[in-house]
């Protein structure tokens, strides 16, 4: 049976918010420290699991990319960012099919 996560506390939820500004201000060793601190408390958490997606692949890791994003779908399946995110990590992995895939589900999620 699969260990249930454990909910984010007050301080793991400002450790976020310093985290995503560390990333937006270009300090990615400090945005990925935090964001794999808070996935070690809670491997399934949507955002994370996103934001440290598109910072691997800004980093050139597009393979944990497109894993640590579909890992951030399985639990927010509705989120037409993140199924853009992924056909951009598929499109920079070359997968044409799979990123215009991830792209119609996004479309089909908010089509305007």
Same mark, same amino acid.
Do not use: C, H, W
């Given at each position: 049976m699969a260990k249930k996560a454990a909910p984010l506390t007050l301080v793991d939820t400002q450790n976020l918010k310093l985290a995503i500004q560390a990333h937006q201000n270009?300090?990615?060793?400090? $945005?990925? *420290?935090? #964001? *794999?601190q808070i996935l070690k408390k809670d491997p399934s958490h949507a955002g994370?699991?996103?934001? +440290?997606?598109?910072?691997?692949? &800004? !980093?050139?890791?597009? /393979? /944990? $990319? $497109? !894993? +640590?994003?579909?890992t951030s779908i399985k639990t927010? @399946? !509705?989120? @037409?960012a993140v199924h853009k995110n992924l056909g951009n990590a598929y499109k920079e992995l070359g997968d044409l099919n799979k990123s215009a895939t991830s792209y &119609?589900? $996004?479309? #089909? +999620? /908010? @089509?305007?």
């Open positions: 270009g300090d990615t060793d400090t $945005a990925e *420290r935090v #964001y *794999r994370v699991n996103n934001f +440290l997606g598109i910072l691997m692949g &800004q !980093k050139g890791d597009f /393979k /944990k $990319a $497109a !894993k +640590l994003i579909q927010s @399946p !509705k989120n @037409p &119609q589900n $996004a479309i #089909y +999620l /908010k @089509p305007d």
